[in-house]
């Protein structure tokens, strides 16, 4: 990558934590406690970093996740150990982190538990941070997933999910649920993904580019090249 689009993309994710943290402030003067939903994926980490330093009441604040793999907590590619080593530090280490996972050995056999749980956080969500795939998944909202129709359609609070085209299993927030936010954004990196939101943008189709399904309410779109 070239230092112009790494300059680039530190400056977006900057961007974002600050538009993230006068939103979370602005909330904070109205509720005793707020929701503030991330993403997982190799985008999120310098807006997690700049977000952690930001002042603001983070004991009132209570962080999740729009998605996890069903792996161990420890595991490489476990999105509560990104957050808990990228977010859930400097000023933010005092908020309250909420994972996505228990014990149960299947997503399908630990949904109930974690939907009760986080059913007990503020709601709407002050915001909902947003990645997408090159294949136009949002969460783990993915085209080739059996259970994508629920993903769009259940008012559940999480999903199980699979898609051949992930080899871990995964547990995902809803549509229905990543809706209920004051405020979505939508954090990307690169021409291609540029290319996929466009497609998105000019279609209709929401099991072909599962990101459709958020573009007909307002999002917040940050990208850097
Ligand atoms: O699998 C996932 O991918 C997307 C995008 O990730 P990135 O690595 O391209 O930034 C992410 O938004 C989603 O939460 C994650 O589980």
């Known amino acids: ?3 112009t689009e790494a300059d680039a993309r530190t400056r977006v994710a900057h961007d974002l934590a600050v538009s993230v943290a006068a939103a979370l402030r602005e909330d904070l003067e109205q509720q005793e406690r707020v ?8 985008t999120p980490k310098p807006f997690m970093q ?3 330093r930001m002042a603001l009441a983070w004991s009132r604040v209570d962080i999740t996740l729009a998605d996890e793999r069903w792996v161990a907590t420890d595991h ?3 999105n509560d150990r990104f957050v808990r080593t990228h977010m859930i530090i400097n000023a933010a280490a005092e908020a309250r982190f909420h994972p996505l996972v228990n014990e149960a050995p299947t997503p399908e056999a630990g949904a109930d538990e974690v939907g009760q749980r986080l059913a007990a956080l503020t709601w709407p969500a002050s915001v909902v941070v947003l990645g ?3 294949d136009g998944h949002t969460a783990s909202l993915f085209p080739d997933s059996a259970e994508l129709g629920d993903g769009l359609e259940s008012e559940a609070l999480v999903i199980a999910a699979h ?3 992930v080899g871990q299993p995964r547990i995902s927030l809803t549509r229905d649920r990543l809706m209920r936010s004051h405020r979505r954004y939508l954090h990307l990196n690169g021409g ?3 290319a996929v939101l466009a497609n998105a943008m000019a279609g209709s189709d929401q099991h072909e580019l599962p990101i459709r399904a958020f573009l007909d309410a307002p999002l917040a779109l940050y990208w850097a090249p």
């Open 1 to 3: 990558m070239k230092t």
């Open 132 to 134: 997408m795939g090159g």
């Open 50 to 52: 700049a977000l952690s």
């Open 192 to 194: 291609d993904k540029k």
């Open 163 to 165: 898609a051949p085209s």
């Open 76 to 78: 490489d590619d476990s």
């Open 35 to 42: 929701t503030l939903v991330l993403s997982g994926g190799s």
